[in-house]
T-cell receptor
Framework: GQSLEQPSEVTAVEGAIVQINCTYQ??????LSWYQQHDGGAPTFLSY????GLEETGRFSSFLSRSDSYGYLLLQELQMKDSASYFC???????????FGKGTMLLVSP | DSGVTQTPKHLITATGQRVTLRCSPR?????VYWYQQSLDQGLQFLIQ???????AKGNILERFSAQQFPDLHSELNLSSLELGDSALYFC?????????????FGPGTRLTVT
């Protein structure tokens, strides 16, 4: 089977940097995606990593280490609007679907 | 706005009933995915269609079924509803059939079974 582990909640203050970790146990791993979901809203795509290393998109960066079965999402210059749930999701070779983690709720305070 | 539409936005129904949720994908997207999200739970993949054909099945109950029509819109049918079926149901679309394509999510249908 597959399993993904991410912290259930992370808190930070405005302007800070926060890292949300995701570890996975799968066979046939292909890539790791990150999605953001504001309370009750539609999840929105943030990033995708298939190769080791860091991908940067504005204030958000995502990292993958295939050998460690580990990835993280890095959010810089935190803003109140970043308060949301963040989900990591794995895609597997030969499969057309994503398996999502249970999500990390990020609370940004003033 | 992702370009994916879902109707209805809210649905309240009684146990034992049957409901149909509708999804229209983004223009040009051929894949449609259905997900269930219960309180404090992650997104549980239910089923995927690609260009009218069932592509993958996840944790979808036998009481649930789906289809994708020639115009690519999709419907998720939930029958013999139970209290535990109360959840947010999301539809997502992507241009290709692979999981490596970005998925665009609709606003969801909130189903309440009483």
């Amino acid at each position: 089977g597959q399993s993904l582990e991410q912290p259930s909640e992370v808190t930070a203050v405005e302007g800070a940097i926060v890292q949300i970790n995701c570890t996975y146990q799968t066979s046939g791993f292909y890539g790791l995606s990150w999605y953001q979901q504001h309370d009750g809203g539609a999840p929105t795509f943030l990033s995708y990593n298939a190769l080791d290393g860091l991908e940067e998109t504005g204030r958000f960066s995502s990292f993958l280490s295939r050998s460690d079965s580990y990835g993280y999402l890095l959010l810089q210059e935190l803003q109140m609007k970043d308060s949301a749930s963040y989900f990591c999701a794995v895609s597997l070779t030969g499969y057309s679907t994503l398996t999502f983690g249970k999500g990390t709720m990020l609370l940004v305070s003033p | 706005d992702s370009g994916v539409t879902q109707t209805p936005k809210h649905l309240i129904t009684a146990t034992g009933q049957r409901v149909t949720l509708r999804c229209s994908p983004r223009s040009g997207d051929l894949s449609v995915y259905w997900y269930q999200q219960s309180l404090d739970q992650g997104l549980q993949f239910l089923i995927q269609y690609y260009n009218g054909e069932e592509r993958a099945k996840g944790n979808i109950l036998e009481r649930f079924s789906a289809q994708q029509f020639p115009d690519l819109h999709s419907e998720l049918n939930l029958s013999s509803l139970e209290l535990g079926d109360s959840a947010l149901y999301f539809c997502a679309s992507s241009v290709g059939s692979s999981a490596n394509y970005e998925q665009y999510f609709g606003p969801g249908t909130r189903l309440t079974v009483t």
